[in-house]
């Protein structure tokens, strides 16, 4: 992310039920910010589940960072601030659970925002042998207008990352294990 003059990171790191982002302008330096989300005051998560695969997005001035939940059955959570540097304060609910699904895990969120329309989008799943979904995000960006029918990328895995350069969307993702 970059925001502020600054690149911003937000690992999976530390204690698997707490994030942190760092942050650096000269990316030599690093600042250490945080936990700017903490599992442990949050009643929806059950205390045998860590966090993982943060993904942020930045909409109208606020910051929304969305996250895997697990291990299975997993669930994509969504918190939002209006700094990068947090704290987050959560939804209080999973945006996205996978239910045990043998072909979804709910997992590895991304969120693009496609600047031909302004819509943003959720892209989510992982594990080998599962398949990638996508949903149309409403305006309020914690919850969905619809899901989007995709056709499974060939070898999909998980981390799915959408992009656009000169008029061209472009997805990737890895595949094998994990």
Request: charged fraction near 15%; charge should be neutral; hydrophobic fraction near 25%.
């Given at each position: 992310l970059l925001a502020d003059n600054k690149v911003w990171i937000y690992p999976t790191s530390g204690p698997r039920t707490q994030?942190?982002?760092?942050?650096?302008?000269?990316?030599?330096?690093?600042?250490?910010?945080?936990?700017i989300l903490d599992f442990r005051n949050m009643?929806?998560?059950?205390?045998?589940?860590?966090?993982?695969?943060?993904?942020?997005?930045?909409?109208?001035?606020?910051?929304?960072?969305?996250?895997?939940?697990?291990?299975?059955p997993s669930h994509i959570g969504v918190a939002w601030s209006n700094s990068p540097a947090g704290p987050f304060i959560d939804s209080g609910r999973a945006l996205l659970s996978d239910n045990n699904n043998p072909t979804f895990e709910a997992i590895d969120a991304m969120v693009f925002t496609d600047p031909a329309t302004g819509k943003s989008y959720l892209y989510a799943g992982g594990s080998a042998g599962s398949r990638l979904r996508v949903f149309e995000l409403n305006k309020d960006m914690i919850s969905f207008a619809r899901e989007i029918a995709v056709a499974n990328p060939p070898n999909f895995t998980e981390g799915a990352f959408m992009h656009t350069r000169n008029g061209i969307y472009y997805l990737s993702y890895s595949h094998g294990g994990w």
């Open positions: 994030f942190y982002t760092y942050s650096s302008s000269d990316l030599v330096h690093w600042q250490t910010h945080g936990p009643s929806w998560i059950p205390g045998d589940k860590h966090a993982w695969a943060p993904g942020i997005t930045e909409k109208n001035g606020t910051y929304y960072l969305y996250y895997s939940v697990g291990p299975k």
